[in-house]
T-cell receptor, first 111, second 111 residues
Framework: DTAVSQTPKYLVTQMGNDKSIKCEQN?????MYWYKQDSKKFLKIMFS???????INETVPNRFSPKSPDKAHLNLHINSLELGDSAVYFC??????????FGSGTRLTVV | GDSVTQMEGPVTLSEEAFLTINCTYT??????LFWYVQYPGEGLQLLLK?????DKGSNKGFEATYRKETTSFHLEKGSVQVSDSAVYFC??????????FGDGTTLTVKP
């Protein structure tokens, strides 16, 4: 009964490839997020969707494109992967003023 | 803009020691305040929260009090255990729904 589930958990790929990370939440939350965590554990917001509508789009290369087919899913597609994209990517969801529920992360390694 | 400043780590304590991790914030209005914990290899988990001045959040022996006059939300625990070793994040969320995370503080508790 995982609340926020991400797949895959690990992703190793070569530079220049295109990859996707999927996220699903079964909490009935109306807002979903993508965060990037670097090797120093710093968290950076990338995108936020509310009821399938993009509401936060931070300064992220346009190689990153989120897609929300419904309010329970938020996927992240990355084109032309670069070495600097290596990080842990977290999906999260929330409702109202409650705190966030995070997924367990996807560790992306670009070689 | 909004910001959260956490005590720099890493913090190393012996088991049963008293823990304080300082957190101060800058925000317009009256944000909600949160502490999250990230255990190795996992996503962030909400530890506790406070939504208005003088509220005290508590969970698993951890406490933090929302101090509007000092714009602080320090995390405390009276007696830490080895299992408390993790990265702790302070965060705020404004009424507009925007969240800001601190840089995280790594805690290591030695037996």
């Amino acid at each position: 009964d995982t609340a926020v589930s991400q797949t895959p958990k690990y992703l190793v790929t070569q530079m220049g490839n295109d990859k996707s990370i999927k996220c699903e939440q079964n909490l009935g939350h109306d807002t979903m997020y993508w965060y990037k965590q670097d090797s120093k554990k710093f968290l950076k917001i990338m995108f936020s969707y509310n009821n399938k509508e993009l509401i936060i789009n931070e300064t992220v290369p346009n190689r990153f494109s989120p897609k929300s087919p419904d309010k329970a899913h938020l996927n992240l597609h990355i084109n032309s992967l670069e070495l600097g994209d290596s990080a842990v990517y977290f999906c999260a969801s929330s409702r109202g003023e409650e705190g966030y529920t995070f997924g367990s992360g996807t560790r992306l390694t670009v070689v | 803009g909004d910001s959260v400043t956490q005590m720099e780590g890493p913090v190393t304590l012996s088991e049963e020691a008293f823990l304080t991790i300082n957190c101060t914030y800058t925000a317009t209005g009256y944000p909600s305040l949160f502490w999250y914990v990230q255990y190795p290899g996992e996503g962030l988990q909400l530890l506790l929260k406070a939504t208005k001045a003088d509220d005290k959040g508590s969970n698993k022996g951890f406490e933090a009090t929302y101090r509007k006059e000092t714009t602080s939300f320090h995390l405390e625990k009276g007696s830490v255990q080895v299992s408390d070793s993790a990265v702790y994040f302070c965060a705020l969320r404004t009424n507009a729904g925007k969240s800001t995370f601190g840089d995280g503080t790594t805690l290591t508790v030695k037996p």
